[in-house]
Nanobody
Framework: QVQLVESGGGLVQAGGSLSVSCAAS????????MGWFRQAPGKEREFIAA????????YYADSVKGRFTISRDNAKNTVRLQMNSLKPEDTAVYYC?????????????????WGQGTQVTVSS
């Protein structure tokens, strides 16, 4: 089992950068694929990025491709989402999630563990 805690959200101007991190507790973090999702007010939660157990494979939503980068440090049990060229439409609560399989997936239903979320607000 793994517990996830996000940090690093905040307020940033459009065009700026922000990084959010997720710290995992428990052993065997390197056995989990990790993902980032977000939920804007009045909208459904959506996939943003996912990374395989060893960081070798990453997937991105089309809306963030080229602007966001997911990475992980298995020695520190952390996964990070670097967000550049932020837009007001990136405003949302950002969640990290863990999947008890090695390969990355875009499907929310495959993730069994979720953090509590961190707010990211991009002002225009």
């Amino acid at each position: 089992q793994v517990q996830l805690v996000e940090s690093g959200g905040g307020l940033v101007q459009a065009g700026g950068s922000l990084s959010v991190s997720c710290a995992a507790s428990g052993r065997s973090f390197s056995s989990y694929a990790m993902g980032w999702f977000r939920q804007a007010p009045g909208k459904e939660r959506e996939f943003i990025a996912a990374i395989s157990w060893n960081g070798g494979v990453a997937y991105y939503a089309d809306s963030v491709k080229g602007r966001f980068t997911i990475s992980r440090d298995n020695a520190k049990n952390t996964v990070r989402l670097q967000m550049n060229s932020l837009k007001p439409e990136d405003t949302a609560v950002y969640y990290c999630a863990a999947d008890r399989r090695l390969q990355a997936t875009k499907s929310q239903g495959e993730y069994g563990y979720w953090g509590q979320g961190t707010q990211v607000t991009v002002s225009s």
